[in-house]
């Protein structure tokens, strides 16, 4: 008897384990390849270039959840979530940008990218807004 108690039991302990993983997988919200330390890695020429945007703000309904930079590139990257989307604002020097950004202030190239999830497409309107708003405040600082 103990036996077929134990043999039902462990199956079920599995399953709700797995359960508990999977509810907590949705819950979380999309991870994002720089730690949460990003703030603190951000120099303070990057946190006035940005009016002081820093993690937990909010641009145009956009959690940021990491600010870094520059990186050796000179490279300031904004990441944003908003429900189960993620995906990066990038800073790059208007002198070194390689490629036409979708927004230019005087003197940064304004780039969006890693989308998380991979197969997510931004809407044109939430390209437009992000990089226009990160493209004002940086005017105002630049």
Request: cysteine-free.
């Amino acid at each position: 008897m103990l036996r077929q108690r134990m043999g039902v039991l462990g199956p079920l302990l599995a399953a709700l384990v797995a359960a508990a993983g999977i509810a907590w997988g949705l819950a979380d919200p999309p991870r994002t390849d720089a730690n949460d330390a990003g703030s603190a890695r951000t120099t303070a020429a990057a946190r006035a270039l940005l009016g002081g945007l820093a993690q937990g703000d909010t641009l145009v309904g956009w959690r940021v959840t990491a600010v870094s930079g520059p990186d050796n590139d000179g490279v300031i990257r904004i990441q944003l979530v908003n429900r189960d989307v993620a995906f990066s604002l990038m800073l790059s020097p208007l002198e070194g940008a390689l490629e036409q950004a979708p927004v230019q202030t005087e003197h940064w190239a304004i780039f969006y990218g890693h989308v998380q999830p991979a197969d997510t497409a931004l809407s044109r309107n939430v390209i437009t807004a992000t990089t226009n708003a990160l493209a004002n405040r940086v005017r105002q600082h630049e």
